[in-house]
């Protein structure tokens, strides 16, 4: 009888641990799942958008296109598969951030990420966030956030995509894509390649893009495994390389060549215990290139940083609608390269985020403070505010202090480096407003931002470029993000749409920034007739000015893709696709005499078994 | 829109046929060139986007004419234009990007030719007898490569080019030989190599100060103004005013400025007085002096000094917009006083002012 008492007891306790530590992880479900859950968690007066698989399937595999057809950012290019920057609510290249699993990736040295640089293909998923976020994203998170994410399951399911594609300028590109899970572990690979020989005709001119030549490869792994029933490790890594030819301008023949290398490491403790979570982060990143002027010789520039992360975070439910985290964290960037001699920066922060749900509404407040002894921080912070007003009406509300820190160039390069910056801070709020009908959404958001001690170079009066805090900027617009699923003569037709009116204005001229359009816009249409698939991605980019006089400027475009796919076999999936990229070959440039390609061809073959 | 065009075309029709009729009715009588007496300001234009332009600007009249070598050529100057070397009724546009030169009437701007070979990163033009030399940097980065390229004035082929030091730049006719000061290209240098036109070599090198930027002839004397090495140099150094007796070629004396900070530019002989610029002020050196240590004054309407002439009692300043996109300005001082007399818009990026 004693025996039995016993085992019962036994028994009953391993129900009951088993059973919270079953609530445990369902308390902090996103914190399993995805890998960065405060995109979700913390952002609920923002909009988040992530792009659906098909769109990202459909398009070249570059981040540069996939966004500039899917999202009313802006983009500048070098040239198709050059160097290529955003932005993001009228804001500059260093003021967009890029975050890769919860972890800001721009570069060091410039502090931009290069769109043509990352492989879509390789991630689970992409999402934009318009507005500021550098409480949670840091440095450069003002005009918005573009996030590469992994996601985990625990479900036993096995997933495998191949894709191969040929397309013009002898473009090839192929990926493999992965997922394998059991309860207990989840293991994601994504493997991709591009080269292309680039060599387009400069439409309207007899000359062709020479010496734009390139190729990238990614690799992205990300494993997560539960330990036992609390602990959860996670690991991601990604790994970049690519070569290019620099492409010349049409009046100016190049002969450079250019080769990075990227390569970022995190792995994640996390624990979960009733109303707690706890999530140890470590990061390691390194970015590392080299600048051949001429690509003949064997003379080069390069830039080679090292940035190591330890992140703390502790989350705790005070009630079933309330929630703190803390979060310390301490960063160290070390850099070198051509003029540049041990730069390095040691960053520490402290944030604290607040997220508070009364019935339909919603509040979050979030703070932090860096400190440094390479800038002056400013306090950051968001506030946000959401209402659910109905099941077809979210209203929202948010004001954040964002910033932008002085770059290893701006602050260390020897020829020219000021050591005296200050970041660029901006202040913004936003309204918006998600509407649902049935099939119809549409979001919309008017903003305004105010940004103080813009980094500019201009030379000094000895000739000398050098960075200056010095222009003080507002931005005001509207965004819309549109998506109508309904029905065709029977068959699904999707359509998707995002528009931005955008003004950012120098205060001491009130003239509008260089390479800022006042209007963008995007649509897209899929339709589905059986085995067919048709679909079309357009957008319309206003005129930019290239100068800051507002004198000069760059005519606006219209530009279409179009393709069609056909699945072969439902069972594994065959799917062959074709699509005509500028269909109705646009001349068009996105930076002065930078002719980017007319209409081109492509074709991928997909496997998914 | 269909509309609209059909419009216009219909006007431009109208237009160019009541044109014809003037000229078939009534000839215009002979008139003076349309840019005879005023202001040439060369605009280099955006680095890479073949914007470079010139102006022409008649203040007595407020005459401000843009882009007057496209207008009456109907064609783009190029890219990066560098320099003009105005000779009897010729000026010639050194293209630096577009390795060219352009060559027009300097009084009615219509082209009369162009160099487009044996040119590699074209800095200066110097006309000494029957022939043209450039200054060429070559491959910037490469200190090996750089030369004098020689061009026959009457039908402006190629006659031979000459190896010289790294990086020259602007050059000085005086008699039969040539003064070529090297900045150095991309690195920098501190050389005036002496060519002998007669043999077109290099007769001699005579070391001057850091960066040599310009040079003016007084008499039997060559002053060279050096600006020294910038900040971000391995070594800074102060910048350095030179004689060199014409008579020897060597340096007769030399004045270094006391501060290694100090980069003058802009060397001009006024009468018997050297004006120079250090950052955006004018100083004034007495030959027999001491380097000047006070301003003259300060041009404090200009973003950025980047072409600077003095013109009978004027100064003249082609700024540039301070984040170099856009029209640029021309500011005119009076010598004396440093009033400002005027100013005028340009285009992208002026570097350089000469005078009809």
Known sequence: ?????????????????????????????????????????????????????????????????????????????????????????GTGAAQTAVVWNGININSQFTGQTDFNTINTRVYDNVSVKPGGGSVVYGSGAIGGTIHLNDDFQFNGSVNNRISTGVGSFETIQANYKGDFSSEKTSLSIGISGISSVNDYKYTGTELINENGDFYNASVNASIAHWLDSRHLLKFYSNYYQGERGFSGTINLNSNSKY????????????????????????????????????????????GEAETAIIKYDLGYRITDNTKLNVIADYTDVNGEGTGIFHAKRKIGGISFLWDHNIEKFNYQLSFRQEITDSYKSPLLFSAGLSFQLSEN??????????????????????????????????????????????????????????????????????????????????????????????????????????????????????????????????????????????????????????????????????????????TLNTKPEINLSATIDNAFNKKYESLPSRIMPGRSYRTTLTLKF | MNYK????????????????????????????????????????????????????????????????????????????????????????????????????????????????????????????????????????????????????????????????????????????????????????????????????????????????????????????????????????????????????????????????????ANLNLVGNSAYMTIGKSLYKYEPGNALPVTEEYSFEEVAFLYGFAIHENKVYVASPRADFTGNGNLYIYDLNDGSLLDQFNTGINPNGVYFN
Request: net charge negative; hydrophobic share 40%.
């Open chain 1, 1 to 89: 009888m004693k025996k039995l008492l016993n085992l019962l007891f036994t028994i009953s306790i391993c129900c009951c641990t088993s059973a919270s530590a079953q609530i445990d992880s369902i308390n902090w479900l996103d914190e399993v799942v995805l890998s960065d859950a405060k995109l979700i968690n913390n952002s609920k007066a923002q909009l988040v958008r992530k792009l659906e698989d098909s769109v990202i399937q459909q398009s070249e595999p570059l981040l540069t296109s996939l966004l500039k057809f899917n999202s009313p950012f802006f983009f500048r290019e070098n040239g198709y598969g050059m160097v290529a920057s955003a932005s993001v609510r």
């Open chain 1, 259 to 302: 080769v990075d290398e990227n390569s970022r490491n995190l792995l994640e403790w996390k624990y979960f215990s009733g109303n707690l979570n706890s999530n140890l982060k470590f990061a390691w990143i390194k970015e590392k290139f080299e600048y051949y002027e001429n690509r003949e010789s064997s003379e080069f520039n390069f």
């Open chain 1, 393 to 566: 009406y979210l209203l929202r509300f948010n004001s954040s202090r964002n910033f932008r820190m002085p770059t290893i160039n701006d602050l260390f390069w020897q020829n020219g480096g000021n050591p005296d910056l200050d970041p660029e801070t901006s202040l913004q709020a936003e309204i918006g407003s998600g509407i649902v009908f049935e099939n119809f959404k549409i979001d919309l958001s008017a903003y305004v931002i105010d940004i103080e001690n813009l980094i500019r170079w201009t030379p000094d009066a000895t000739g000398l470029w050098r960075p200056v805090n010095t222009k003080e900027v507002y931005n005001y617009g509207i965004e819309a993000f549109a998506e109508w699923k309904t029905s065709f003569y029977g068959n699904d037709l999707n359509l998707t749409g995002t528009y931005a009116f955008t003004r950012s204005i120098d205060k001491e001229t009130d003239n509008q920034l260089i390479y800022v359009p006042g209007n963008k816009a995007t649509i897209s249409a899929g339709y589905s007739i059986k085995r067919f698939s048709l679909n079309l991605q357009s957008l319309y980019n206003g005129s930019i000015y290239t100068s800051s006089d507002n004198e000069y400027q760059l005519d606006g475009y219209t530009l279409a893709n179009l393709g069609v796919s056909y």
């Open chain 2, 5 to 264: 065009n059909l419009l216009l075309v219909f006007a431009l029709a109208f237009l160019s046929q009541s044109c014809d009729d003037d000229s078939e009715c009534c000839p215009a009588p002979e008139q003076e060139a349309q840019f005879e007496s005023g202001i040439i300001v060369l605009n280099e234009g955006n680095f890479g986007s073949a914007n470079a332009s010139v102006s022409f600007i008649n203040s007595e009249d407020q005459l401000n004419l843009s882009g007057i070598f496209n207008d009456v050529n109907g064609y783009s100057l190029g890219d990066t234009a560098q320099s003009i070397e105005l000779h009897e009724n010729l000026a010639m546009i050194v293209v630096n990007v577009s390795n060219k030169i352009e060559i027009v009437n300097r009084y009615t701007f219509e082209s009369l030719g162009a160099i487009t070979t044996n040119l590699s990163n074209p800095r200066f033009a110097e006309i000494i007898g029957n022939k043209i030399y450039v200054t060429n940097w070559g491959d910037g980065t490469n200190p090996d490569d750089d030369f004098v390229a020689v061009f026959n004035l009457a039908d402006f082929s190629f006659d031979e080019s000459i190896n010289v030091a790294e990086g020259p730049e602007k050059m000085i006719a005086h008699n039969t030989s040539i003064y070529v000061a090297h900045k150095g290209g991309f690195s920098f240098n501190n050389l005036i190599s002496l060519i002998d036109s007669q043999v077109n070599s290099v007769v001699k090198e005579i070391e001057v100060g850091d960066l040599p930027n310009s040079m003016t002839i007084n008499g039997n004397d060559l002053w060279v103004l050096a600006a020294g090495k910038p900040s971000y140099a391995d070594v800074e150094t102060a910048g350095e005013l030179s004689r060199i007796d014409l008579g020897t070629n060597e340096v007769a004396e030399s004045f270094q400025f006391p501060d290694k900070t100090i980069h003058p």
